[in-house]
């Protein structure tokens, strides 16, 4: 069964991309727990992140660190973090989010209903930095 992640991906349903390449995506999280909450995404419906080739692994992680990068310089946040759970969606995802406090890290405290116009400009924000870092795969 094609997971959301997929669908999204495919452009069945809208997605605020800031990075594709062959094998990875990351868009904006719709339920953000602070602005340019991202997640990263394998175009391969991957359930579990442990059961992910190494070398899709180290390319997902090392995507996941350029998307901190942009988060960091985009909003400037006291650190950038990871979250891996993967409950919610049966497609391998990373959660990368900028905080301030720890507290902020917590699905309970996300923000369930962003304006369109927040998330356009937290993209916008990353895509921006992601050009500055002279990043070949910012997504249109």
Avoid at 39 to 61: C, K, Q, S
């Amino acid at each position: 069964m094609t997971t959301l992640f997929s669908r999204i991906i495919n452009g069945e349903i809208p997605g605020r991309f800031v990075w594709r390449d062959d094998d990875v995506v990351a868009f904006l999280t719709i339920e953000p727990m602070a602005p340019g909450h991202t997640l990263v995404v394998p175009r391969a419906e991957i359930d579990h992140w442990i059961d992910m080739p190494e070398a899709l692994n180290t390319h997902v992680f090392g995507v996941a660190r350029q998307i901190g990068i942009a988060v960091q310089h985009a909003f400037g946040p006291k650190r950038v973090g990871i979250i891996i759970a993967g409950d919610e969606v049966p497609h391998t995802h990373i959660h990368v989010i900028g905080f301030q406090s720890v507290g902020q890290l917590s699905f309970a405290t996300a923000d369930r209903n962003p304006s369109a116009e927040a998330l356009d400009a937290a993209a916008e924000a990353i895509r921006v930095a992601l050009r500055a870092m002279s990043s070949p795969h910012v997504a249109d």
